[in-house]
């Protein structure tokens, strides 16, 4: 798989090579042919996609987009992280990035099923990563 890492804003920028690194380790990792592009948002940004997506008026660590079905390419779609949101919420950089891919790739939480299937999955390569 190849992820590339995008910043949007500048208040993201000092999060970039963490990022970089965090994305270079998955795509070792991830045995997809196709590629994905990560976006390094701030909260204001990642807010009005909250809303426009999800109807809801906050920001949050991560949204998905997956490409949609019978679109041409190699693209399996794109992330969004916030790291200013997950640094000041205490959350990890590297899962929030994982989860979010996994999303891309299919995985889902809505079910209890659905979501041990994918928390193993985050588990699992957060340990090979480590």
């Known amino acids: 798989m190849r992820i590339e890492v995008i910043l949007l804003d500048k208040e993201v920028k000092k999060f970039g090579e963490a990022t970089k690194k965090i994305a270079c380790q998955l795509n070792k990792l991830l045995k997809n042919s196709g590629s994905a592009e990560v976006y390094l ?11 426009a997506f999800r109807k809801k008026d906050k920001s949050t660590n991560v949204l998905s987009f997956q490409k949609p079905k019978g679109f041409p390419g190699k693209e399996l779609g794109e992330v969004y992280l916030d790291p200013l949101y997950i640094r000041k919420h205490k959350e990890d950089l590297a899962l929030m990035l994982v989860h979010g891919v996994l999303h891309i790739l299919g995985y889902d939480h809505l079910r209890k099923g659905d979501r041990i299937k994918m928390e193993k999955m ?6 090979k990563m480590a």
């Open 41 to 51: 948002i701030n909260s204001r940004r990642m807010q009005h996609l909250n809303k």
């Open 122 to 127: 985050e588990n699992r390569l957060l340990k």
